[in-house]
Nanobody, 127 residues
């Protein structure tokens, strides 16, 4: 089993920044593809971004590209989501996810790829 615990959410003004963290335990972290999803009220859950095992490859949704950055520390077993230039439409519950797979790219934007999910952390961006 894998436990994922997010932190760092909160309330921020539009244009501001936040950094989310996700601490993983229970299985070899460096073998996992890690990612972030989000879900706003009354909306479908959507892919935000993902990072491969080494941290050298990342993918982002078009809506966050250029504003959000995913990174990981395989010593600390932690993945980060740095969010800059935040907009009110970024308001959502953000979920950390993990997949133990040899294929980083395949289905990376679909929630079915990911075996493990955190409990979520709320991000609210005020206008």
């Amino acid at each position: 089993q894998v436990q994922l615990v997010e932190s760092g959410g909160g309330l921020v003004q539009a244009g501001g920044s936040l950094r989310l963290s996700c601490a993983a335990s229970g299985r070899t972290f460096s073998s996992a593809v890690m990612g972030w999803f989000r879900q706003a009220p009354r909306k479908e859950r959507e892919f935000v971004g993902a990072i491969n095992w080494s941290g050298r490859s990342t993918l982002y949704a078009d809506s966050v590209k250029g504003r959000f950055t995913i990174s990981r520390d395989n010593i600390k077993n932690t993945v980060y989501l740095e969010m800059n230039s935040l907009k009110p439409e970024d308001t959502a519950v953000y979920y950390c996810v993990a997949a133990y797979t040899s294929d980083f790219i395949r289905s990376v934007e679909t929630d079915k790829k990911y075996d493990y999910w955190g409990q979520g952390t709320q991000v609210t961006v005020s206008s």
